[in-house]
């Protein structure tokens, strides 16, 4: 049992966890904080067997620190399990397939090319609002047709869903998921061209047409792909220049072969992992590694503590974009549940690494990197850099 010193949501843990991921893993395969009432799963072999095992551990009740019923929020990929979450998946897969990345490819190739012109331009910068805000949010505007209505309200919308999450909610955070809600009702569905991701999904019923007829799961899976999508990517691109600005010869590495831009990115969702963690619960008694759950548990599964777990990754806490085994890390989730738009977020930032470096030769930290206080998202409020020009 944890004492109060080893709560995940504490400020000092929120801006840098991994010591205390650390100790969390020293502690066995599942240890209760009784703060919380929560199970802490951090060792990878543990989270990982969570993670696939939907029977015992479900994500029906949701995947955040506050339930479904609790919150009144349930989005049909990440709150459903199978065979509701097996519908719904299969009415927008192949909405993220390798056809579908194909055709999207260019229209993010040349997004992250005027960004980083732009931003070269400047030299010193704000990487989160210059960077890795804007290229999620001309993606998702491209492969849903959602048009918002202006970058800073996509931001908060963003990061309000995100904190869905949370174990302390904001009352504020629970207001502007609601806002993104109505204003997508109101506008954004109505204003879509034709042809596009949101007109399959709201019109359609995904593609074949299964998605119900409601308009509410529709409603439900389109604002999740629209704004989950744009908070998590921009969270990886901000950490990605982070772990490069901190280890310039992984930077000289990735220049000298763009080759490795593709095992560069899976390091650094392990290294950094955008998702500090999934909630799953137990209907009927479970075990974890031996460790004995009752019925009716909530199961927070620490993916970023397992991503760094010395049983698995060796010298994890290491950042090497060489490392073979990279791609072996948690940070979308795994199995059923991994995440659909992982994809997409892979390419947005094989793109932005590949425009970075054919133009950047450095990034020089210029000021103070402050790290939103989102207890379920790691990502910055603000990145200063100067961008070196090659």
């Given at each position: 049992?944890?004492?109060?010193?080893?709560?995940?949501?504490?400020?000092?843990?929120?801006?840098?966890?991994?010591?205390?991921?650390?100790?969390?893993?020293?502690?066995?395969?599942?240890?209760?904080?009784?703060?919380?009432?929560?199970?802490?799963?951090?060792?990878?072999?543990?989270?990982?067997?969570?993670?696939?095992d939907?029977?015992?551990?479900?994500?029906?009740?949701?995947?955040?620190?506050?339930?479904?019923?609790?919150?009144?929020?349930?989005?049909?990929?990440?709150?459903?399990?199978?065979?509701?979450?097996?519908?719904?998946?299969?009415?927008?897969?192949?909405?993220?397939?390798?056809?579908?990345?194909?055709?999207?490819?260019?229209?993010?190739?040349?997004?992250?090319?005027?960004?980083?012109?732009?931003?070269?331009?400047?030299?010193?910068?704000?990487?989160?609002?210059?960077?890795?805000?804007?290229?999620?949010?001309?993606?998702?505007?491209?492969?849903?047709?959602?048009?918002?209505?202006?970058?800073?309200?996509?931001?908060?919308?963003?990061?309000?869903?995100?904190?869905?999450?949370?174990?302390?909610?904001?009352?504020?955070?629970?207001?502007?998921?609601?806002?993104?809600?109505?204003?997508?009702?109101?506008?954004?569905?109505p204003?879509?061209?034709?042809?596009?991701?949101?007109?399959?999904?709201?019109?359609?019923?995904?593609?074949d047409?299964?998605?119900?007829?409601?308009?509410?799961?529709?409603?439900?899976?389109?604002?999740?792909?629209?704004?989950?999508?744009?908070?998590s990517?921009?969270?990886?691109?901000?950490?990605?220049?982070?772990?490069?600005?901190?280890?310039?010869?992984?930077?000289?590495?990735?220049?000298?072969r763009?080759?490795?831009?593709?095992?560069?990115?899976?390091?650094?969702?392990?290294?950094?992992?955008?998702?500090?963690?999934?909630?799953?619960?137990?209907?009927?008694?479970?075990?974890?590694n031996?460790?004995?759950?009752?019925?009716?548990?909530?199961?927070?599964?620490?993916?970023?503590?397992?991503?760094?777990?010395?049983?698995?990754?060796?010298?994890?806490?290491?950042?090497?974009?060489?490392?073979?085994?990279?791609?072996?890390?948690?940070?979308?989730?795994?199995?059923?549940?991994?995440?659909l738009?992982?994809?997409?977020?892979?390419?947005?930032t094989?793109?932005?690494?590949?425009?970075?470096?054919?133009?950047?030769?450095?990034f020089?930290?210029?000021?103070?990197?402050?790290?939103?206080?989102?207890?379920a998202?790691?990502?910055?409020?603000?990145?200063?850099?100067?961008?070196?020009?090659?």
């Open positions: 049992m944890l004492g109060a010193d080893l709560d995940p949501y504490q400020p000092d843990h929120l801006e840098d966890p991994y010591p205390f991921y650390g100790k969390l893993r020293e502690l066995g395969p599942a240890t209760f904080l009784s703060r919380r009432n929560i199970w802490l799963v951090s060792r990878y072999e543990s989270a990982s067997y969570v993670l696939r939907y029977r015992d551990f479900t994500s029906s009740l949701g995947v955040g620190f506050t339930r479904v019923p609790d919150h009144g929020y349930r989005y049909p990929l990440v709150d459903n399990d199978p065979p509701e979450h097996t519908r719904a998946r299969r009415a927008v897969q192949g909405e993220f397939g390798r056809a579908a990345m194909t055709r999207l490819r260019p229209a993010v190739r040349d997004a992250a090319t005027e960004l980083v012109e732009a931003a070269i331009a400047d030299g010193d910068i704000d990487a989160v609002t210059t960077l890795a805000q804007p290229l999620p949010e001309l993606t998702i505007r491209v492969l849903t047709g959602i048009e918002p209505p202006d970058a800073d309200m996509m931001s908060a919308w963003g990061d309000a869903v995100g904190q869905l999450g949370s174990a302390d909610l904001d009352p504020r955070h629970a207001e502007l998921a609601t806002d993104s809600l109505e204003w997508l009702t109101a506008e954004g569905v204003a879509l061209p034709e042809h596009c991701l949101g007109r399959l999904i709201m019109d359609s019923g995904g593609a047409g299964r998605l119900a007829e409601d308009d509410l799961e529709r409603l439900m899976m389109l604002d999740s792909i629209w704004l989950a999508g744009v908070d990517s921009g969270s990886l691109l901000a950490n990605a220049v982070n772990a490069f600005a901190e280890f310039p010869e992984q930077w000289d590495a990735v220049r000298a763009p080759d490795l831009i593709p095992n560069a990115v899976e390091e650094v969702l392990r290294w950094d992992s955008p998702f500090r963690s999934f909630y799953r619960r137990t209907l009927a008694p479970a075990s974890i031996g460790v004995d759950i009752p019925a009716d548990a909530d199961v927070c599964v620490i993916m970023a503590a397992a991503n760094r777990d010395p049983d698995r990754f060796t010298d994890p806490d290491r950042f090497d974009v060489t490392r073979p085994d990279a791609k072996f890390h948690l940070a979308f989730g795994a199995s059923i549940h991994l995440c738009g992982a994809p997409v977020a892979r390419l947005e094989i793109e932005f690494l590949t425009a970075l470096a054919g133009r950047v030769r450095r020089e930290r210029i000021g103070q990197a402050v790290r939103s206080a989102n207890q998202v790691r990502k910055f409020s603000t990145l200063p850099v100067r961008l070196v020009p090659a």
